[in-house]
């Protein structure tokens, strides 16, 4: 397996820009996360999905992010518009569920976001 | 939810020394797991203790968890320099599977 895959791996966008980020998980595994790491606020969990329905997005910051699994396959976080202090890099990750082993989570490369 | 809380926040070792670094949490949980971070890098999972354990080991890692005390450690025994990364500690809490991370240790393992 190739991992969690993330697309781009670096995106530089004007402020005021739409921002998609993109999120292909593991084959199999029935969560799937998003984080964002910044220095001052570490990892903060935005939102998760077990089978592709949406389950806690209490992480989300406002309105302007918004997250999507259309199907097992493929996750997306959406901001817009986008604003300077929504630099960060971007993770999402994937995992069975903790019952059925709890083999810990696998992350992606993560994309850095820079929004100027 | 509660967030793990490593303590210290950065180490510097020479290779071959142990390297240890604690970790506090607040609520009941469900696992505790422990994630390297090179720099620049994802998060790559090292190794998973759940809250019926006490002791766990992997390769040259060795976990305790005290759920009396709420806190973990995590022992690397005879580091590399290879080993330089930062490592979080994360909790997930019964009921969920949110993982919910610490600040942080960073580690520098001097050749």
């Known amino acids: 397996d190739a991992g969690v895959i993330q697309s781009p791996r670096h995106e530089v966008t004007e402020m005021g820009q739409e921002v998609t980020l993109r999120c292909k998980p593991i084959s199999g595994h029935d969560y799937l996360f998003w984080y964002r790491q910044t220095m001052m606020r570490g990892l903060e969990l935005l939102i998760y999905f077990n089978n592709n329905v949406p389950i806690d997005d209490s992480g989300m910051p406002e309105d302007r992010f918004s997250a999507k699994m259309p199907n097992a396959s493929f996750s997306t976080l959406k901001i817009q518009p986008s604003e300077p202090r929504d630099s960060a890099v971007y993770f999402c990750a994937s995992s069975f569920s903790t019952d059925r082993g709890g083999y810990g989570y696998t992350f992606g490369s993560g994309t850095r976001l820079t929004v100027v | 939810s509660q967030q793990g809380e490593e303590d210290p926040q950065a180490l510097s070792i020479q290779e071959g020394e142990n390297a240890t670094m604690n970790c506090s949490y607040k609520t009941s949980i469900n696992n505790l797991q422990w994630y390297r971070q090179n720099s620049g890098r994802g998060l790559v999972h090292l190794i998973l203790i759940r809250s019926n354990e006490r002791e766990k080991h992997s390769g040259r890692l060795r976990v305790t968890l005290d759920t009396s005390k709420k806190s973990s450690s995590l022992l690397i025994t005879a580091s590399r320099a290879a080993d330089t990364a930062s490592y979080f500690c994360?909790?997930?809490?019964?009921?969920?599977?949110?993982?919910?991370f610490g600040k942080g240790n960073q580690v520098v393992v001097i050749p």
């Open positions: 994360a909790t997930v809490d019964y009921g969920n599977n949110r993982l919910a």
